[in-house]
């Protein structure tokens, strides 16, 4: 497992946080389809894998902010 890190960030930071990591998401979105539609199952498994984890950590950080 890994390991756990405190840290302090302004609001305004967490926004720009969010705002990369859905740019980043998108990427790997795109990816994933791209793969899909070149039929590699495993570029697509790892794309979705990822999109998946950043999805997570959008949602945490979001949950912050409210």
């Known amino acids: 497992m890994a390991k756990a ?10 926004e720009i946080l969010v705002d990369a990591l859905e740019a980043d998401l998108e990427g790997y979105v795109e990816s ?3 793969a899909r ?3 590699n199952r495993a570029d697509v498994a790892t ?5 998946q ?3 997570a950590l959008i949602t945490k950080l979001q949950d912050l902010l409210e």
């Not at 890190?5 to 967490?14: A, G, Y």
């Not at 794309?47 to 999109?51: M, N, W, Y």
């Open 32 to 34: 994933a389809k791209e």
């Open 53 to 55: 984890r950043i999805q």
């Open 47 to 51: 794309f979705t894998e990822a999109a």
């Open 5 to 14: 890190i405190k840290l302090s960030l302004t609001e305004d930071e967490v």
């Open 37 to 39: 539609g070149n039929g």
